[in-house]
């Protein structure tokens, strides 16, 4: 069974520009959730979708939103790109949300 | 609320002496807990998880962790660390939210495990 598969792996962008990130999900996995990894701030929560909704959100800005397609694959779009969004953003899929996640490899993003 | 506090940012041992490393919580409902591996430019693995179906847990690599509600912990060790263990290793709670009906997990800052030869 193939794992969380995120793309790219590596992005670089500069100040102001906006980012999507692309997580395609364990098959059979409808719940896919996003953090975002820094050494100042660790781990944080951003969204988990379950069947195409928005079930829980961190405390993150708007720039920060997402969606889930039909095929449970999900995207996450960062607007208005600021140096300390540079991050590895981490997607993780599970059956259900109180259940073991599995992550993928994650995308880091350089915002210079 | 609930939160986690993993409470050594680092642990420096041997290879082949024991390994512990500590976490407590609190959450203001039944939580499910967890230890996750990250090894480095990699995503996180799954160690083991607490279910409630007994208190000591045994996950992967020799990995096991004791619940004790009394103390508010989940403390993981191993007898013996491999080289291959040195990592980041983060405790994660996940609880019910206070609107009920989803689960939002919080991970603790980690634990970076050095394991010398």
């Known amino acids: 069974k193939a794992g969380v598969t995120q793309t790219p792996r590596y992005l670089i962008k500069t100040r102001g520009q906006q980012v999507t990130l692309s997580c395609s999900p364990i098959?059979?996995?409808?719940?896919v959730s996003w953090y975002q990894q820094t050494p100042g701030q660790g781990l944080q929560f951003l969204f988990e979708?379950?069947?195409?909704?928005?079930?829980n959100k961190g405390n993150f800005p708007g720039r920060f939103s997402g969606r889930q397609f039909s095929n449970s694959r999900s995207e996450m779009n960062v607007s208005t790109l600021e140096l300390g969004d540079s991050a590895l953003y981490l997607c993780a899929s599970s059956l259900r949300s109180d259940d073991i996640q599995y992550f993928g490899a994650g995308t880091r993003l350089s915002v210079l | 609320a609930q939160s986690v506090t993993q409470l050594d940012s680092h642990v420096s041992v041997s290879e082949g002496t024991p390994v512990l490393l500590r976490c407590n919580y609190s959450?203001?409902?039944?939580?499910?807990l967890f230890w996750y591996v990250q090894h480095p430019n990699k995503g996180l693995q799954l160690l083991l998880k607490y279910t409630s179906a007994a208190t000591l847990v045994k996950g992967i690599n020799g990995f096991e962790a004791e619940f004790k509600k009394s103390e508010t912990s989940f403390h993981l060790t191993k007898p013996s660390a491999h080289m291959s263990d040195a990592a980041e290793y983060f405790c994660?709670?996940?609880?019910?939210?206070?609107?009920?009906?989803?689960?939002?997990?919080?991970f603790g800052r980690g634990t970076s495990l050095i394991v010398h030869p």
């Open positions: 979708y379950f069947s195409e909704t928005q079930r």
């Open positions: 098959s059979g996995h409808r719940s």
């Open positions: 959450s203001s409902y039944s939580p499910s």
């Open positions: 994660v709670v996940t609880g019910e939210s206070a609107s009920g009906g989803s689960y939002i997990p919080t």
